[in-house]
């Protein structure tokens, strides 16, 4: 999945896309039967008109190459109909799809998601443009219109209503080298959809009083170390247990996602792990690792293998036939989907061998899955005493509560409660939403890498229950500037005062804000930006009008000013000064050596190759280490991050730890001199 902007990330981004002046979008026409191509770079928006009639449907296809575009479509009034961010990363299609209710030019903006980067390229053109559909069924034929064609991978969807099924039906193909479609009782893969399912049986156990979700979990796990303070099994439940994800232990340790990863083998690493990422119910961070072991306490309560308890008393009482948890990556499946992506050659196939269950690795069709959705309100298995607690979301040590209750995201969907959640393994995509007070769900399953299935769930929901819903506030133009916080008369600054100002600060992980003096005038950039004048209104405070922004340096005793405070939108953040540094002036050669992981029972040899700081790992590619501030360095793999070395008295180095997103601080010691 990808990474989205932090808020304040995208605070600080509209203030450089809103300055007057500055990297004014490039503008373009598009017409049904065109393809262009284009290049772009961090910064940059490429604006396409498009003149279209009243009650069409419009599909357009944006084709990334290199770079991870966001795309956002708007009427002829300004009104943002859309935002399309699809998690396939810097390559493949991004698809764009909305209705015109009024005639006019209509406008997509094509903008790099990252405010950082190198430029890439891209193709922009209109797959369907077509009468709007008269009917519900037709409206969803449309939005996969793209799919359902000879040679794609596909979708099959479920639509359910007032506890009936409304509509069904599959789109492309289930298997491409025997060109066997997709249909409505297609088996795929559904990835952390199955979450809600592990959780319901804890749930039902602690019901039935043979357990409690306050339980410590070593009562049921005594293999698991003792981390001095007690993990939960309803912290488990809500991801605040503090658990390092077992995808990225695993990856760290050796294995490849597409390898045979059997219970065992995680049972195994997750045991021999000494260290959490943060303490029991300090954070909500999301780890499959929970819903492994909740599938393995069911197992220990019940004394059956956690499939079979699932069978026998959700599966069967629902009538769910072609559902199963697949513990077994020799089983044969009938009528089952296989999973793609898509490359420069073509579609290849995403292969996934998982013998594990719990938080992964249910097995059902969109018709059976419907009839689970159902079964929130009609209960044939569970009770309301389950129900609300399916619902209960997690709250922190700090009083906070999350987002997130068992095994479901808790949300609203433009004014409309929704419940909610995906699954992504391997080239699988699956979503489920319901919309309780409504009466109404919407199911989705892909087996293609790059289908959004929450997004295109999204917009089956906007065909059904669109007059129900709160429309979004129209979206400024782009050229359209908020007013500045306070605007006073610009005042002289002395040239050292000024001075004193310049530098790198940090705003967030990745984005800093670049300060100089140009022509007497102080700028400020962000990484990838444009420039933008920053006004005196004092000695230390200046404004950016066109952004609504004001910037309030902080002086210290001696003179120098390491921070500084940004006031934009009615909130605040602190940016710290970053020191100069140069990656060029650390000598790489001190942190060579093999460095072992007790906890992963795995090695990284560290060389210095053609100038490079590359670990060695004998199932893994070379991964590249660069060198950053305060010591620490960054990998270019999903699983090896960030690196903070240690060192002895004598100042060399003894170890590293290990950090990468749901992973933090895996200990490698190092071996020998």
Avoid at 274 to 285: R, S
Avoid at 504 to 525: R, S, W
Avoid at 601 to 628: N, S
Avoid at 645 to 658: A, L
């Amino acid at each position: 999945m990808k990474s989205h902007r932090t808020t304040h990330l995208a605070l600080f981004l509209s203030l450089f896309y809103l300055t007057a002046g500055s990297c004014q979008p490039a503008q373009f026409t598009l017409k049904k039967g065109e393809t262009r191509s284009a290049s772009i770079s961090a910064g940059q928006t490429h604006q396409y008109t498009l003149d279209l009639k009243a009650g069409q449907y419009l599909l357009a296809e944006v084709v990334q190459d290199g770079i991870d575009l966001i795309i956002r479509a708007y009427d002829p009034k300004g009104t943002q109909l859309g935002e399309f961010d699809s998690p396939n990363g810097q390559y493949g299609p991004e698809l764009i799809s909305f209705v015109t209710r009024v005639a006019g030019a209509y406008r997509l903006d094509v903008a790099p998601l990252e405010p950082e980067g190198k430029p890439g390229k891209y193709t922009i053109a209109i797959k369907v443009l077509e009468k709007e559909s008269t009917t519900p069924e037709g409206k969803v034929d449309q939005l996969f219109a793209q799919w359902n064609v000879p040679g794609s991978p596909g979708a099959a969807v479920a639509v359910v209503k007032d506890g009936k099924l409304q509509y069904s039906k599959g789109y492309g193909f289930a298997n491409l080298e025997y060109d066997i479609p997709n249909s409505p009782t297609t088996v795929f893969h559904i990835a952390s959809v199955s979450k809600q399912f592990t959780a319901f049986a804890i749930a039902t156990l602690a019901d039935q009083g043979k357990l409690s979700l306050d339980d410590d979990i070593r009562k049921y796990l005594p293999e698991m170390h003792d981390f001095g303070k007690p993990i939960t099994i309803r912290q488990l439940a809500h991801h605040t247990s503090g658990l390092r994800d077992q995808w990225n232990l695993l990856a760290l340790a050796g294995w490849r996602l597409d390898d045979v990863i059997t219970r065992e083998q995680i049972l195994k690493l997750v045991f021999n792990q000494k260290e959490l990422n943060f303490e029991p119910n300090a954070e909500h961070l999301y780890c499959n690792t929970g819903y492994t072991l909740m599938a393995e306490i069911v197992a220990r309560v019940t004394e059956k293998p956690f499939p079979e308890w699932c069978r026998q008393h959700i599966f069967e009482p629902l009538g769910m036939k072609q559902t199963l948890f697949y513990d077994d990556h020799e089983k044969i499946v009938k009528n089952r989907a296989y999973s793609y992506y898509q490359s420069s050659e073509g579609y290849k196939k995403s292969v996934l061998s998982y013998a594990n269950v719990g938080a992964t690795s249910l097995f059902t069709t969109v018709e059976d899955l419907a009839k689970w959705a159902v079964n929130f309100k009609e209960m044939k298995v569970g009770n309301a005493r389950i129900m609300a607690q399916m619902s209960e979301r997690g709250v922190l040590n700090s009083g906070d509560t999350i987002p997130y209750a068992f095994g479901q995201g808790i949300g609203t969907y433009k004014g409309l409660a929704m419940i909610s959640h995906g699954g992504a393994d391997a080239g699988y995509r699956t979503s489920l939403a319901r919309f309780p007070d409504q009466d109404f769900a919407v199911i989705v399953f892909s087996n293609l890498a790059s289908f959004n299935p929450t997004g295109l769930g999204l917009q089956i929901a906007d065909i059904y229950l669109g007059d129900r819903m709160t429309q979004p506030k129209p979206a400024p133009k782009p050229d359209a500037a908020p007013k500045p916080e306070k605007e006073e008369t610009a005042v002289k600054v002395d040239a050292a005062v000024l001075n004193a100002y310049v530098g790198e600060y940090e705003l967030a992980p990745g984005f800093n804000i670049t300060v100089t003096l140009e022509e007497g005038k102080l700028m400020g950039q962000g990484t990838g930006q444009p420039k933008a004048e920053m006004r005196p209104q004092s000695e230390t405070t200046f404004v950016i009008p066109e952004a609504g922004a004001t910037v309030i340096f902080e002086p210290e005793d001696n003179g120098k000013v390491n921070r500084f405070t940004l006031k934009q939108g009615g909130q605040e953040y602190k940016c710290t000064r970053i020191q100069p540094f140069s990656p060029a002036s650390v000598d790489l050669s001190t942190f060579t050596g093999r460095f072992y992981s007790p906890e992963l029972e795995t090695a990284y040899t560290l060389k210095v190759e053609d100038g490079k700081l590359i670990a060695h790992h004998q199932r893994h590619p070379d991964i590249e280490l660069r060198a950053g501030q305060g010591g620490k360095f960054a990998g270019n793999t999903w699983f090896f991050g960030q690196v903070e070395f240690e060192k002895d008295k004598e100042g060399k180095v003894s170890g590293m730890k290990v950090s990468s997103g749901r992973v933090r601080g895996v200990q490698f010691d190092k071996e020998g001199d």
